[in-house]
């Protein structure tokens, strides 16, 4: 356990300027936008959720009103989002592989160590670096340009926790059975482990030197990047959701088919709204909305009260983490759909002109991604049951 030296290293650092820096270590943001602070400039797609806030947001992305498909990989029955850097494609199968987008071709692919089981959950890469854990106890650092693993650590991982990286990339955090650790980037050692209640099943967010996981057995916990516990709070049900942070909240899904804020300044749940199902699809935050999947529906809610602006039938049950690329949100379901933010407009009790077009992918489409103008959307392909399989679409976007 991390030492009580570090805990002041952190209480100092929030103290050291008064209240606004206190706020600030809790990724308070200012402006009108805070999820655009919180997912960057980039208009690739480096890690799932787009960035360390798992925001699911791409302020810069050009606007798309269309789309049409060049390409598409098979890739067994795994679904995770798609992760695109420099126009490569890091791809979840049996094994990861880096396919070039434009050729097709496989750059190099990396399978997993013998009787390991296979790889899950989508990798995080930056700088040159592609961070990938397969929840068998085993942490990776692959080289993006040969594929060559650089450290192999072995640590308990949840099966989909993909890995998160620190504002300076120098630390690497993952979750798995009742704990949270650090590793250290350059070398793959474990710098510290944090204990939790509850297993943690998706990936970890970050922001401004604090580390947020959820446990399935309903627990939100802030940690500090050394380790130490700064807060916990108790949700209304078992959760699976990725947390998601904008501003000074952190927005999660819980199995009562529920949306929470939760305040990081108070450690409390600031609103609660129902969206139905088990709400265990991601969640996207984007200039004052937060768009949660609750099974077959998209819903929009404010982000300062949880009242419900919008919500849009997906035509099917399952996950469908929304994403905002520009002016446009975008959900799977039956089809992809592309949907104006504002949720068009109101003719009394029906709401006109929420789409802005759909797309068919040939089966259920579920994760999907938007990377340099493209969209990339993984659909289940075939009709009959135990004769289908997984692609990732690539679609220029127009």
């Not at 990776?140 to 640590?155: F, N, Y």
């Not at 929009?300 to 949100?329: M, N, R, Y």
Request: aromatic residues 8%; hydrophobic residues 35%; proline residues 4%.
């Amino acid at each position: 356990m991390p030492s009580t030296q570090t805990r002041r290293r952190f209480l100092a650092a929030c103290g050291a300027c008064g209240l606004g820096s206190f706020t600030g270590c809790l990724g308070f943001d200012g402006g009108h936008d805070a999820a655009a602070d919180a997912a960057g400039d980039r208009i690739d797609w480096p890690t799932v959720g787009h960035d360390q806030a798992n925001t699911n947001y791409v302020p810069d992305a050009p606007s798309i009103r269309g789309v049409t498909e060049v390409a598409r990989f098979e890739s067994g029955l795994n679904a995770s989002q798609p992760v695109v850097v420099d126009g490569i494609l890091y791809h979840i199968a049996d094994t990861l592989r880096a396919i070039d987008v434009e050729s097709g071709d496989d750059r190099w692919s990396v399978a997993p160590e013998e009787k390991q089981g296979n790889f899950w959950a989508a990798p995080t890469v930056r700088n040159g670096t592609v961070y990938l854990a397969n929840g068998h106890q085993r942490v990776h650092a692959v080289d993006a340009e040969t594929g060559e693993k650089r450290w192999t650590t072995e640590v308990d991982v949840g099966s989909y926790v993909t890995p998160t990286l620190g504002h300076d990339g120098e630390t690497l955090f993952v979750g798995g059975e009742g704990h949270v650790s650090g590793l250290d980037t350059a070398t793959g050692e474990v710098a510290w482990t944090h204990d939790l209640f509850g297993q943690v099943r998706n990936t970890l967010a970050y922001r401004r030197g604090v580390v947020y996981a959820v446990t399935e057995g309903g627990e939100l916990y802030a940690l500090d990047e050394y380790g130490d516990g700064y807060w916990r709070v108790d949700l209304p049900a078992k959760c699976q959701t990725p947390p998601t942070l904008a501003g000074r909240q952190v927005f999660v899904g819980t199995f009562d088919g529920s949306v929470h804020a939760v305040d990081t300044t108070r450690a409390n749940i600031a609103w609660s709204t129902e969206v139905g199902g088990f709400a265990k699809g991601g969640i996207a935050v984007a200039d004052g909305t937060v768009y949660a999947d609750g099974g077959r529906k998209l819903h929009a809610l404010d982000t300062d009260s949880g009242t419900k602006q919008w919500a849009f039938d997906v035509g099917t049950t399952g996950e469908h983490t929304p994403v905002v690329a520009g002016d446009t949100v975008f959900t799977t379901g039956k089809r992809l759909y592309a949907l104006k933010p504002d949720g068009g407009f109101s003719n009394g009790a029906v709401r006109q002109e929420t789409l802005r077009f759909s797309h068919p992918t040939g089966g259920y489409a579920g994760p999907m991604s938007v990377a340099d103008g493209h969209v990339y959307v993984t659909a289940r392909i075939g009709a009959e049951e135990g004769n289908q399989t997984t692609a990732v679409l690539v679609l220029d976007g127009a």
